[in-house]
């Protein structure tokens, strides 16, 4: 079916979960705006969750590979992509990195979980597109450090983000403002007369 196209931010709501880790909707448009997808974009979404990224950027791209190692994880990719009717995003079970060798070449690539092998995820995607548009969440000081390390030791330009948001809860008749974990995205690409 021709879905409608929408604003990046699906509610966290619509989406299934279980126990699974998901990307926030604040996070998920920052993302989204961080890759800059496009109507003819590939993208892959590696450490995916629950797939809510990869839902996101199949309703904005061409297609999406999302790529998950947990069974239960990628039940919920499935459940969610059949919700959303996003037919265009391809799951892919297994690890990174030896789960990218038969992808197609990326425009954008999402790393929302790595399993300790970013500086290889990332040697995959620039193998495949010495132009590929990166973006990697972390919600560890350790991982920040170690995104930020991988994209200078593949000569990348890092701009981090950090994204921090609270919503609003009532009690009783107030409205009290629950934080949200914050999360940096770190993302970059290499320069024009680099790639």
Known sequence: PD?????????DEAFL???TPMTKQEARAAVLAKL??????????????????????ALQCKEVWSVERDAAACGLILANRGRFGAWNLVPVRGTAPAALEDLPAPDGVFVGGSGGELDAILAAAL???????????????????AAAAAFA?????????????????????LNLMMGQNPVWLISGRRREEEA
């Open 17 to 19: 979960r279980g126990k």
């Open 3 to 11: 879905r409608p196209r929408r604003a990046p931010g699906i509610p």
């Open 153 to 173: 030791a593949r000569g990348l330009e890092a701009q981090v983000t950090q994204i921090w948001a609270a919503r609003s809860k009532g009690a009783g008749g």
């Open 36 to 57: 800059a997808v496009g109507p003819e974009d590939v993208c892959w979404d590696i450490g995916a969750g629950t797939g809510s990224v990869s839902v996101e950027l």
């Open 127 to 145: 193998g495949k597109n010495p132009r590929v548009r990166l973006c990697v969440s972390a919600i560890a000081l350790e991982t920040l450090s």
